[in-house]
């Protein structure tokens, strides 16, 4: 079980997405935080009464700065430490989004999900356990999303007599499935984080112009120190 479904809510399925290389970024000396220091309580996001912790996006950015100081991401690039929480904000709300799709369509993760998680859990073996595990959960979001949307898409497919439906569309079909249903869900994000989830499921920064993805199911975005795959994205100042 994933370190963010442990502190939001246990016991949700999955499934995967398109593989995305680890790509690495810098963040400015001082606009890492202290380990250690107190997190703000209350949650950083809910959907539909599921939550993720605002301690834990905290936690994670903290985590991201200690891989970045220790160079495990490269040398690259500069960003502020208020742009990456967004970037761990939206990607874990859109991951908790898609748990609770997940358990409401009874479908879960597969081998392509674990493909991400192990060469994001490879590339980071030179940090602590829970950095490595942390790091990995927010990078392997996308491939949650999309992975979850691909099994609900064959599922509904298969209903309509498609025993054999391609990848494309039944990834098609299990995109339409997760925005409809998320349409339905009552999402809130605390707003000083500047983050929101847009109606396509991607998420979006609320105090600049620069969207974080095309649609829901993007792997990669030029605009994030960690995109909407969540990966670091390279040379970003």
């Not at 290389?21 to 996001?45: K, Y």
């Not at 599921?50 to 891989?67: K, M, N, R, W």
């Amino acid at each position: 079980m994933s370190l963010h479904r442990a502190r939001a809510r246990a016991g949700r399925p999955a499934r995967p997405g398109r593989l995305a290389g680890v790509a690495a970024i810098a963040l400015l000396a001082s606009g890492c935080g202290v380990a250690g220091t107190d997190f703000q309580p209350g949650a950083a996001a809910t959907v539909d009464g599921g939550s993720l912790p605002t301690g834990t996006v905290d936690e994670y950015a903290t985590y991201f700065c200690e891989a970045l100081e220790s160079a495990a991401f490269g040398d690259v690039g500069a960003v502020a430490r208020a742009e990456l929480k967004q970037g761990v904000a939206g990607n874990l709300t859109r991951r908790l989004a898609a748990e609770q799709f997940a358990e409401e369509y009874a479908v879960d993760t597969g081998s392509y999900y674990e493909q991400v998680r192990t060469q994001a859990r490879e590339s980071l073996g030179d940090l602590p356990e829970d950095a490595r595990e942390a790091l990995v959960e927010v990078q392997s979001s996308e491939a949650y999303v999309n992975d979850v949307a691909l099994a609900a898409g064959e599922e509904a497919l298969a209903a309509e007599g498609d025993d054999e439906p391609g990848p494309d569309a039944a990834q098609e079909r299990g995109n339409q499935l997760f925005t409809q249903w998320l349409a339905d869900q009552d999402v809130e994000i605390d707003p000083s984080l500047g983050v929101e989830l847009a109606e396509d499921g991607s998420w979006v920064r609320t105090d600049t112009s620069t969207s974080v993805a095309g649609s829901a199911m993007a792997v990669v975005s030029a605009g994030s120190p960690v995109d909407e795959a969540g990966q670091p994205t390279p040379g970003y100042s």
